[in-house]
């Protein structure tokens, strides 16, 4: 299985299969999530899943009747060893490090489940959360019930039955491949407008039974596809700039984006691609600095890589409105100017790509 998934990535590149040392703490902030019960944990895992998870079959030649052999898997991959280490101890994997052949580039840490570990538990407990995986997660539980049925099945007096359960794997590792397709499938009609109406007809809330397990959700997909950020644009005040404080997340589903906005507010914006074989990307976007106040509260003892940005944005919040009534004190507006650019620049080299 793991051999499987080396192979999968780039030749050169050092891969060295270990268990992630227990880190309670990282230099820029991070922290293990202690979550408060079952459904907050299922519900952090599937943001993580929707935004940075891919749910495949593996199919590999095999000395078996069929000729190959079926590989369910659930991987998830990330540059903090923090995020590796919660999902090893809350839900038990294995773990991947692959050193990068540029030094400018992060060590990648990559969680693979399988079914010996508990996929099809994993799968079942974080569907009702999904939204982009959800159907690739449907698949994979009824894929892995039929190879749990298969091993039965060997001998010769079941071969028939054998052989059709592994052409209806085949129909579903075909489908699976389908829907993790990058880029948009030439056998279907991508009408922008048309599209747009019918996800906001088909979009479905999911159902949070608690408070607690909504914001640990946003939370998974913050870390995954999210950016917290301090913009600074020059204007023409006494100290030169304005600075905006946002909360981002990008995905190429525009119905995930809906759900985060019919929950949180926000506003989507579409960004269109130049080539015609890329998805569209929409951009979700919170900057009601009321509203995102009171988000990034609700988020930062969730967050694992985001949560230095969370509490240093929270920060600059209050210093942005405390700034609203000194416009007549000149010298106390200027030195909370002066904090919110060494806050600016300290997320700015947070937010940064690569070491």
């Given at each position: 299985m793991m051999n499987t998934t080396i192979n999968n990535h780039k030749a050169g590149e050092e891969q060295t299969r270990k268990t992630v040392p227990t880190t309670p703490e990282s230099k820029n902030g991070e922290k293990l999530i202690i979550f408060k019960d079952e459904e907050s944990k299922w519900a952090w895992l599937a943001g993580l899943v929707d935004s940075e998870g891919y749910i495949g079959l593996d199919k590999v030649e095999a000395p078996t009747n069929y000729g190959y052999c079926f590989l369910p898997r659930l991987v998830i991959d990330?540059?903090?060893?923090?995020?590796?280490?919660?999902?090893?101890?809350?839900f038990d994997a294995y773990i991947t490090e692959r050193k990068p052949k540029c030094l400018r580039h992060k060590t990648a840490f990559y969680y693979t489940l399988t079914p010996r570990k508990g996929l099809r538990t994993v799968l079942t407990n974080i569907l009702n959360y999904l939204i982009v995986k959800k159907e690739q997660s449907k698949l994979m539980?009824?894929?892995i019930d039929i190879l749990?049925?298969?091993?039965?099945?060997?001998?010769?007096?079941?071969?028939?039955?054998?052989?059709?359960?592994?052409?209806?794997?085949n129909e579903i590792y075909l489908k699976i491949k389908s829907l993790n397709h990058r880029g948009i499938s030439k056998s279907i009609s991508h009408n922008q407008d048309e599209e747009i109406v019918l996800l906001k007809k088909e979009t479905k809330l999911i159902n949070f039974t608690s408070n607690n397990s909504k914001w640990v959700w946003l939370a998974g997909l913050v870390?995954?596809?999210?950016?917290?950020c301090l913009g600074k644009n020059k204007v023409s005040r006494k100290s030169g700039y304005v600075f905006c404080p946002s909360l981002t997340i990008w995905n190429t589903n525009r119905a995930l984006l809906l759900e985060v906005q019919k929950t949180f507010g926000g506003k989507i914006y579409i960004h269109y691609r130049k080539n015609p074989n890329w998805k569209t990307i929409f951009d979700y976007q919170?900057?009601?600095?009321?509203?995102?106040?009171?988000?990034?509260?609700?988020?930062?003892?969730?967050?694992?890589?985001?949560r230095t940005q969370a509490k240093l944005l929270i920060e600059a919040l209050n210093l942005l409105k405390s700034n609203r009534y000194l416009r007549t004190e000149k010298e106390k507006y200027l030195v909370n100017c002066r904090k919110l650019n060494e806050i600016y620049l300290r997320m700015k080299e947070l937010n940064k790509r690569g070491v």
């Open positions: 990330s540059t903090s060893r923090l995020i590796i280490e919660t999902l090893k101890r809350n539980i009824k894929s749990a049925n298969n091993k039965h099945l060997r001998s010769s007096t079941h071969k028939q039955k054998y052989l059709n359960n592994c052409i209806e794997l870390d995954g596809d999210g950016c917290v919170l900057y009601q600095r009321e509203a995102l106040r009171y988000a990034l509260t609700n988020l930062v003892s969730y967050l694992v890589i985001k």
